[in-house]
T-cell receptor, first 115, second 115 residues
């Protein structure tokens, strides 16, 4: 029972173009959605997040969109740069007193930005 | 500020042996999490400490895994006896409070290979 899914294992885009990474979820109790970026042999690093009460959050070249009715979120990177090549994980945090702050992660999408 | 430190970075052991992984969180972070990524799949929650207390250990696979956090500082994760399916990358993360919109800081991970 996977509550957070990233159905595209890989994505390849040209430098300067837009990268769109997608994520679907099933649990309506999630209150925060986060994106992490991971380089080889390193731990995941926090990139950007969005609250469930918002539908968009922007930080520089990175924008996350949330569509609650579709239980879908996406990360847009514009313009894409070769240094953005990494594995991107979507993660979610559930609200409620029983939640201790654990994150539920998707499988990750490997982004390759070609020069 | 030093980040989350994990060691060893790599460990190769034989099936049936014991391995102990260590995590030093960021100083002052009461929350410490262990996660595992197996064979390129999603990053899965194992357990959560608040100071020295286990807050949530719902993700621990079985009783071959034992986690401790001495005095609320560093944490160890012992696997005894190790099985082939325990191979993967074990990540530790820490945070001051519930991650919410800022997530938490991960270490670089320990790659465990059981042969």
């Amino acid at each position: 029972d996977q509550q957070v899914k990233q159905n595209s294992p890989s994505l390849s885009v040209q430098e300067g173009r837009i990268s769109i990474l997608n994520c679907d979820y099933t649990n309506s109790m999630f209150d925060y959605f986060l994106w992490y970026k991971k380089y080889p042999a390193e731990g995941p690093t926090f990139l950007i997040s969005i609250s469930s009460i918002k539908d968009k959050n922007e930080d520089g070249r990175f924008t996350v969109f949330l569509n609650k009715s579709a239980k879908h979120l996406s990360l847009h990177i514009v313009p894409s740069q070769p240094g953005d090549s990494a594995v991107y994980f979507c993660a979610a945090s559930a609200r409620g007193s029983s939640n201790t702050g654990k994150l539920i992660f998707g499988q990750g999408t490997t982004l390759q930005v070609k020069p | 500020e030093a980040g989350v430190t994990q060691f060893p970075s790599h460990s190769v052991i034989e099936k049936g042996q014991t391995v102990t992984l260590r995590c030093d969180p960021i100083s002052g972070h009461d929350n410490l999490y262990w996660y595992r990524r197996v064979m390129g799949k999603e990053i899965k929650f194992l357990l959560h400490f608040v100071k020295e207390s286990k807050q949530d250990e719902s993700g621990m696979p079985n009783n071959r895994f034992l986690a401790e956090r001495t005095g609320g500082t560093y944490s160890t994760l012992k696997v005894q006896p190790a099985e082939l399916e325990d191979s993967g990358v074990y990540f530790c993360a820490s945070s001051l409070s519930r991650p919410g919109r800022r997530g938490y800081t991960f270490g670089s991970g320990t790659r465990l290979t059981v042969v």
